[in-house]
């Protein structure tokens, strides 16, 4: 019998427990390793029975129980301890609050307070409301910010099921189940108002309908996260299921997803700053086009205060931070330009919001657009007066894919830079290595490269290089956390098999699968195609022959999942799961369902080696290779993503890629031939070729030197950092002297650049002259160019006129190019003026250059941003 309600009754703790509640309902025990000792500590199997959940823990403890604890003054004690850690962590000056009192550099710049908005959060398993690596970097993005003391709000939706939980067949077939969440079982508060009822939020929807929701709160250490549920009185049943499942719609229920984040976003955020007091944020920063119409709502909040919608545009695109993680068009939210109109037009339309005007913010009026769609990213990068991609091979991908929308600038001066994504190593570092790092060589939870260097000090006798971690001790730790994983593995494995009906009969063999001695591969992600989850399998005879090499065997862990709607990629699954049930392999070869953070925290430390093998360039980023990398593991991956940027040949392997070939089948039998030869020919005998001390010394080399200049580079809070200075401040700063005097810096802006704008068609160089170099120039030679140029209406102080120059190709192009600017040098009638400057010849070989001019105004943050050049 089902029940027509559910809830959650919560436990009414002693006096001298209460402050359990506060450790369990702040999120920092999900990376600080002392709380969660406390909560193990009070129960370890019911610890383990509630997968490490203490709100859960503390719910399923008896009277008895409590009352011991209770008396426990020695119990009691450690918890207030903790409790008052906390209290240090939360209230103390941390890099953000030093950087701001220290006067130096971006000091003065330093926002008040910070919007994050992300579709998905992954901070622990407990709140599962993330799918795959967006949702992870946002959550360690959270947590690293918190660590630094970065004043982020985040901002989400809370969804009842979250994405799903996956099972398999008896053949092979993922099989998703979602199971319903109760918010009062979860670390999660309520936002309320000041009269004790539930603070909530509404948008108004077509046809007279109207979309409430409630705002939770969850404590992501000093960072706020505020999350919106729909499930709740007053809305229709439609409506009450606009939060059902994390990407589980299409189509009209993923656009109302996305306008409650956006929308509903922004006006939890004045919700949040009304009630509790804090700051209303300065910067708003998108993670991914999902959260684009957070701009929409702050143009109206301006439109009502008189602006219009040039002006408030002005005012929001300034302090507004976009990242596309996205390198193909297909993974982009497109929606069709007359459900965008339902939902803006007719009777929804809003004084000051001309439809025709949020319609061209997601235009694809470029070549090779789709005129029937409003594309998400093109807004955010409409919206956001900064974007970027997340690593630099990513930067540049994105850069290539948008160019459209600046016509007239070559890729390389679009203005979307990159930040390489990081990871919050205190979340997924092994505590046992992390305590042996902390303890020998001082390194702390922020990872400085001063201590990380300390990796490097072998301690080998007549080294002479100080105390260390010896290379047995390395190597007695790394088999430690891998045989850590096989026993996981096998718990997995066993229930696994349970859920695809075999008997207790048919499983002994599962006893024996996996061994902490071997070369353990991981491969773990979402599966799309081009992720290419089956690359491995392209030659099953060649993969059998290094799974069981009677010297040097090879064993894989995989899991992974599949969008429920993605057939494709659960026939990949199911062609892997039919390989690991082969019984010839299947002790050498697995497959873990049910992917998530409880999972991967066990399975980052255990892998030697991190694989990935993406279609290059359609890696983003790909965090998890970082993960493995904190724990002393070394990557063997395409180069794509961070490993581009950061592979230098000690810190693991690269595996060539087939570029330039069409066939895909073919590119495929050539990159996975490339695999198998790296595995057999240098991973396994570098993993097995021993030292007289049965370490092997030459493979726990290149560990060291991976923890040792990898491991800074891979922080999060090096991510955090630099968005905190690369993104944040300069946007904090143009968006205060937008909002300065009353807005009228906005209103000039606009001003601005409608006289630009209007006036441009006049624009253009008449004649270049240049002198100062002979018959044969030479290095070192001043060229001096002077242009004449035309500017109609517009004034000098209006443009910019470049001398582009720099090396040119056989066919006369300028592929690697600087900018000068020239300097007005004479003024002529009817808008006519000469602009001139010197140009220095520093390199040898061919050299070209052109004359172009291009606006120019302070409030610009590029000159590329109009999509205006006038080219000579």
Request: glycine share 12%.
């Amino acid at each position: 019998m089902r029940a027509i309600r559910r809830f959650t009754v919560r436990t009414l703790l002693p006096a001298e427990l209460r402050d359990l509640d506060e450790l369990a309902h702040n999120l920092r025990w999900s990376w600080h390793a002392p709380s969660r000792e406390i909560f193990a500590g009070i129960d370890p199997d019911l610890w383990a029975e509630v997968h490490g959940d203490p709100v859960a823990l503390l719910g399923a403890l008896g009277p008895e129980r409590l009352g011991v604890l209770a008396a426990d003054g020695a119990f009691v004690e450690r918890v207030r301890v903790a409790v008052t850690d906390l209290h240090h962590y939360l209230q103390d000056d941390l890099w953000y609050q030093r950087r701001a009192s220290s006067g130096v550099g971006t000091a003065d710049a330093l926002p008040s307070a910070i919007a994050y908005f992300s579709p998905e959060f992954g901070i622990t398993s407990v709140l599962p409301q993330y799918s795959g690596g967006l949702g992870i970097l946002a959550g360690d993005h959270l947590k690293s910010a918190s660590d630094l003391g970065v004043p982020i709000v985040g901002v989400g939706l809370l969804y009842g099921a979250g994405y799903f939980k996956q099972s398999l067949t008896r053949d092979g077939w993922q099989v998703e189940t979602y199971p319903l969440l109760d918010p009062d079982g979860l670390p999660l508060t309520l936002l309320r108002d000041d009269d004790g009822t539930p603070a909530r939020v509404s948008l108004d929807l077509p046809g007279g309908r109207v979309l409430h929701a409630h705002v939770w709160a969850a404590a992501v250490g000093r960072v706020p996260l505020l999350l919106l549920d729909t499930d709740v009185p007053g809305n229709d049943e439609a409506a009450r299921k606009v939060t059902d499942r994390l990407y589980g719609g299409g189509g009209e229920h993923r656009l109302q997803q996305e306008l409650l984040l956006g929308v509903g976003g922004v006006r939890a955020l004045r919700l949040w700053s009304r009630v509790t007091g804090a700051p209303v944020p300065e910067v708003y920063h998108m993670n991914e086009g999902h959260a684009g119409f957070l701009g929409v709502e702050r143009i109206r909040e301006l439109v009502t205060q008189g602006l219009t919608f040039d002006e408030a545009l002005e005012a929001v695109r300034a302090a507004t931070v976009f990242t596309t993680h996205t390198p193909v068009p297909a993974g982009i939210d497109r929606f069709g330009r007359d459900l965008i109109g339902q939902y803006f037009g007719g009777d929804m339309a809003v004084d000051g919001l001309p439809v025709d005007r949020i319609l061209a913010m997601g235009a694809e009026d470029y070549d090779g657009g789709d005129p029937t769609v409003f594309n998400m990213a093109v807004m955010g990068l409409r919206l956001g007066g900064r974007a970027n991609g997340v690593s630099l091979l990513h930067g540049q991908v994105s850069r290539g894919m948008f160019e459209g929308l600046w016509p007239g600038f070559d890729a390389r001066e679009v203005p979307i830079t990159s930040v390489t994504n990081g990871v919050h190593s205190p979340t997924w570092v092994d505590p046992a290595f992390a305590a042996l790092a902390a303890e020998r060589l001082g390194l702390d939870e922020l990872t400085a490269d001063d201590a990380s260097s300390g990796w490097l000090r072998t301690g080998r006798e007549g080294a002479g290089d100080g105390p260390a971690v010896s290379d047995g001790e390395l190597w007695a730790i790394r088999r430690e956390m891998r045989g850590r994983l096989v026993d996981e593995a096998r718990r997995r494995v066993h229930r696994s098999w349970r859920e695809r009906g075999a008997s207790p009969a048919e499983t002994g063999w599962i006893d024996d699968i996996l061994s902490p001695d071997v070369l353990t591969i991981g491969f773990a992600r979402r599966v799309p195609t081009y992720k290419r989850l089956t690359l491995m399998l392209r030659d099953p005879d060649r993969l059998k022959a290094l799974l069981l090499h009677p010297e040097r065997p090879v064993q894989l862990v995989v899991a992974g999942k599949s969008h429920p709607a993605d057939d494709q990629g659960k026939r990949l699954i199911q062609q892997l799961v039919r390989f690991t049930d082969d019984p010839e392999v299947r002790h050498r070869i697995v497959f873990l369902p049910n992917y998530d953070i409880a999972m991967a925290q066990a399975l980052y430390p255990g892998c030697d080696v991190w694989l990935n093998n993406p279609l290059r360039p359609l890696e983003a980023s790909g965090t998890s290779g970082m993960k493995s990398a904190l724990n002393g593991g070394l990557n063997l991956s395409i180069l794509d993503g961070w490993w581009d940027e950061w592979f230098d040949g000690e810190n693991g392997w690269a595996i060539p890629t087939a570029d330039g070939v069409e066939d895909p089948d073919r590119r495929d039998d050539l990159e996975a031939a490339a695999l198998y030869d790296l595995v057999e020919q240098e991973v396994a005998p570098r993993f097995y070729g021993r030292d007289a001390d049965g370490a092997p010394g030459r493979w726990l080399e290149m560990v060291r030197h991976t923890l040792a200049t990898l491991g800074p580079k891979v922080q999060a809070t090096r991510m955090v950092g630099e968005y905190v200075t690369r993104l944040y401040a300069p946007a904090a700063v143009a968006g205060r002297a937008l909002a300065g005097d009353g807005l009228e810096p906005a209103r000039e802006l606009a001003h601005w650049k409608r006289s630009v704008r209007d006036g441009w068609d006049r624009v253009r160089v008449d004649h270049v002259d240049s002198s100062g170099v002979g018959e044969v120039p030479q290095v070192g030679d001043l060229l001096t160019v002077r242009a004449y140029v035309s500017l109609g209406e517009l004034q000098p102080g209006d443009v910019e006129v470049q001398v582009v120059h720099g090396h040119v190709t056989e066919e006369d192009v300028i592929d690697a190019y600087t900018t000068r600017p020239l300097a007005l040098a004479e003024t002529f009638e009817a808008g006519r003026y000469a602009f001139a400057g010197e140009v220095a010849l520093e390199a040898s070989g061919p050299f070209g250059y052109t004359v172009r001019i291009v606006p120019r105004h302070a409030g610009l943050p590029s000159p590329a941003e109009l999509g205006l050049v006038a080219n000579a």
